[in-house]
């Protein structure tokens, strides 16, 4: 039975009981422990990292979007991404992009740059680190309704498709 850890922020964090249950059941001889905080920044991950390495995840799945943008300077979360990267280096990393904000988001075109921002970090950072990458912008592309109304969370739907595509990169 393989171990899945699910490590970030509120993306992760509002994996429920019954989201988990249905991504364990798509991915299959799993069994998914959630260590996501919402609300959690890369300063927050990076003091976590350590703690996280020694649960000896064989999968580690990521997401850290949106809390550093009015916080941290790209530059720091950078260097934090890379730090918690090295960290979790033994284990197989699964990196979550998260998905454009909608409609009903006040500040979704600040954000929605932001995150193209963040997205093209990780996709750099996969390269080096040789993680895999859950790219939601993609995934979601032609799917219509996957917000909560608050714009930024994904709703029913759009877990069940992000833990579909989680589920094919453990595998």
Do not use: W
Request: aromatic share 8%; proline share 2%.
């Amino acid at each position: 039975m393989k171990s899945v850890v699910l490590f970030g922020d509120s993306c992760l964090g509002r994996f429920n009981r019954d989201r988990i249950r249905k991504l364990e059941e798509a991915a299959g001889n799993v069994d998914v422990y959630n260590c996501a905080v919402g609300g959690l920044n890369s300063r927050d991950a990076l003091k976590m990292a350590s703690f996280i390495a020694k649960l000896n995840a064989d999968c580690i799945v990521f997401s850290l979007p949106g809390n550093d943008f009015n916080e941290i300077p790209m530059d720091e979360t950078k260097q934090n991404l890379k730090k918690i990267l090295e960290i979790l280096k033994d284990s197989k990393i699964i990196m979550v992009i998260y998905p454009e904000a909608g409609a009903s988001f006040k500040e979704e075109s600040d954000f929605n740059g932001k995150m193209d921002e963040y997205g093209r970090l990780i996709k750099k950072l996969s390269e080096h680190y040789d993680t895999k990458i859950v790219d939601c912008p993609k995934i979601f592309a032609n799917i219509k309704d996957y917000h909560e109304d608050d714009g930024i969370h994904l709703n029913d739907d759009g877990y069940q498709v992000l833990s579909e595509e989680i589920a094919r990169k453990i595998l």
